[in-house]
């Protein structure tokens, strides 16, 4: 539960706003590359922390990010005529570079200095792994680039989607950060049928099993370590043959979640907003991860073994919203009797079905949280304290080039662990399972 006075700072961010403000220190998807696709493409729509922005792809192939409404008058840039480096205005023909810079004023005396004084709201950008990132923050306090592993990954390994919500981006990224949910909303009765397959003993279990293990026990115990980027965490279930099984997720400051998957996970769920009320929730892997043993999954890659559609499903792109709020997300009523717990269909609308079900913004002093949203507590506390604390001179959290700040060995992992092994080094540089996934992507 939080007080209403707290529930604002943390879901508010536009200009001006706590949140806003330390949302504004770090580099943002603002869009995907292939929206972009090619020089002098048609410029796009982007609204992104509340503001109203035009993308658009100059000659040079370099991505400029400004203002939607042109300096002069105001017309929306959207419709501009992007030509010869720039983004022209229609309705007066200035023209601007992907920086901001106003480089032609036509209807101004050629010997007039003016187009020197005027300059468009540009935001620098960087595109990686697909995407477009921004940064919104002062000149002053920009700092590097966040690699999350895309910067060093060919183009024909990356993947990378994002999918429209129409909620506040915290309230998305609660789902991300709950273990508990999937012992209930991901059900599918027919788990309870399928057949042992001899991985409910320590190590990794196979995809199946391991949705036997969350159906089994639905009351997880949760560890939690706060790490440089937030925290990791470990949901503790008990499986059938009484093992210890585990899914440790991670929360990166400020919109970064990592979900578990089997034996380590490559990708990450992004919750970016586009204002208090919506958000796009990206889904990116950066780091392609090959499963030399064979057993459990392959982490966010496509497991044609994996019936329910998951993200690896998910493809690139932008992914369209077929069951939506408006149509109940084509609930049906006799699947829910007998088929999933939800009667709503693929996994990720499951996920959007409950957290829009709340309205855009639900107000968490309304709240009655139990154990098992500690999680949820924590990143709320430290996004929280992280805003004020901005607001006094502190340094925000997680940003790059501070010592030590490696974002690419930030993994999520799902084991059924030996008597007395610890879960905190699996998933880091240390774990045998990343070093022999790593090997193995260098012998392809
Ligand atoms: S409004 Fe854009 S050039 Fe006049
Ligand atoms: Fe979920």
Not at 361 to 366: L, Y
Request: glycine share 10%; aromatic share 10%; hydrophobic share 35%.
């Amino acid at each position: 539960m939080l007080s209403k006075e707290e529930n604002e700072i943390l879901t508010r961010v536009g200009p001006g706003t706590l949140m806003g403000d330390l949302l504004r220190r770090y580099w943002t998807p603002a869009c995907l590359s292939s929206e972009l696709p090619d020089s002098d493409s048609d410029p796009i729509r982007v609204r992104l922390l509340g503001e109203n922005l035009i993308a658009f792809r100059d000659t040079n192939g370099k991505v400029g990010l400004i203002q939607n409404n042109c300096p002069h008058r105001g017309a929306s840039l959207f419709f501009g005529r992007n030509e010869e480096s720039g983004l022209r205005c229609v309705y007066h023909g200035w023209k601007f570079s992907v920086d901001g810079t106003c480089v032609d004023m036509p209807n101004e005396p050629a010997e007039s200095d003016f187009k020197a004084k005027v300059k468009a709201v540009a935001y620098p950008t960087h595109e990686s792994g697909g995407i477009v990132w921004t940064y919104m923050g002062p000149e002053s306090t920009i700092t590097p680039f966040r690699d999350f592993g895309s910067d060093s990954l060919p183009q024909d390994q990356w993947r990378v989607g994002k999918q429209l919500s129409t909620c506040n981006w915290v309230q998305g990224m609660e789902g991300n950060l709950d273990s508990a949910h999937i012992s209930y909303l991901h059900q599918y009765f027919a788990i309870k049928d399928i057949p042992d397959d001899g991985t409910d003993r320590p190590g990794y279990p196979s995809n199946l099993m391991s949705m036997k293990f969350w159906r089994h026990d639905r009351a997880p115990r949760f560890e939690m370590v706060d790490e440089w980027y937030g925290y990791r965490y470990a949901a503790v279930r008990t499986t059938p043959n009484g093992h210890k099984h585990i899914r440790v997720n991670a929360y990166i400051v400020p919109w970064g979640t990592a979900v578990a998957s089997i034996p380590f996970g490559g990708g990450q769920g992004l919750f970016v907003p586009i204002d208090d009320e919506n958000c796009f929730r990206y889904f990116i892997a950066m780091q392609p991860v090959v499963n030399p043993r064979g057993l459990g999954g392959q982490g966010y890659a496509s497991d044609p073994n994996w019936p329910y559609g998951v993200f690896g499903g998910a493809g690139r792109g932008t992914i369209a919203r077929t069951l939506t709020a408006e149509n109940d997300y084509l609930i049906d009523r006799e699947k829910q009797r007998k088929v999933s717990y939800s009667g709503i269909d693929d996994f990720v609308s499951q996920d959007l079905m409950v957290t829009e079900s709340m309205g855009a913004i639900f107000d968490r002093s309304n709240e009655r949280l139990g154990t098992t949203d500690v999680p949820i507590i924590r990143m709320r506390r430290i996004l929280i304290d992280a805003a004020k604390g901005l607001a006094q001179g502190q340094q925000p959290p997680a940003l790059a080039g501070v010592e030590g700040h490696d974002f690419r060995n930030i993994r999520a992992v799902e084991k059924i662990l030996e008597p007395g092994e610890s879960w905190q080094m699996l998933g880091t540089w240390d774990d045998p399972a990343v070093q022999e996934s790593m090997a193995a992507l260098q012998a392809h």
